[in-house]
């Protein structure tokens, strides 16, 4: 049974940093999609970040040049990397997986999966 588990969040000022880490127990090969998400009570949850079968990862325009996903596929762990953070990057932040095949690679950067989710880790930013 595959589980997602989120961690490092934390309370920061503005300008301040924060690395998340997502480790996956259980089965998930290198060609699974997985992202991070994130939802502030009542929004709708959005895409920050994905990392495709390929190694290409894909940002949120309000993250680029911020926010770095990366992978360790040894570790099984997924990672989040946020620099000068913003207030607007306050919420629950979320880890995802899904295996997509190969003609549907694009649904990763689409921030389209939606099989495998952590429960989530708080970061919040004040000014």
């Known amino acids: 049974q595959v589980q997602l588990v989120e961690s490092g969040g934390g309370s920061v000022q503005a300008g301040g940093s924060l690395r998340l880490s997502c480790v996956v127990t259980?089965?998930?090969?290198?060609?699974?999609?997985m992202g991070w998400f994130r939802q502030v009570p009542g929004k709708e949850r959005e895409g920050v970040a994905t990392?495709?079968?390929?190694?290409?990862?894909t940002y949120a325009d309000s993250v680029k040049g911020r926010f770095t996903i990366s992978r360790d596929n040894a570790d099984n762990t997924l990672y989040l990397q946020m620099n000068n953070l913003k207030p607007e990057d306050t919420g629950m932040y979320y880890c995802?997986?899904?295996?997509?095949?190969?003609?549907?690679?694009?649904?990763?950067?689409?921030?389209?999966?939606?099989?495998?989710w952590g429960q989530g880790t708080q970061v919040t930013v004040s000014s």
């Open positions: 995802a997986a899904e295996r997509f095949h190969v003609a549907d690679n694009r649904r990763c950067m689409l921030f389209q999966l939606d099989n495998y």
């Open positions: 259980g089965y998930i090969s290198s060609t699974y999609c």
């Open positions: 990392f495709d079968r390929y190694g290409a990862s």
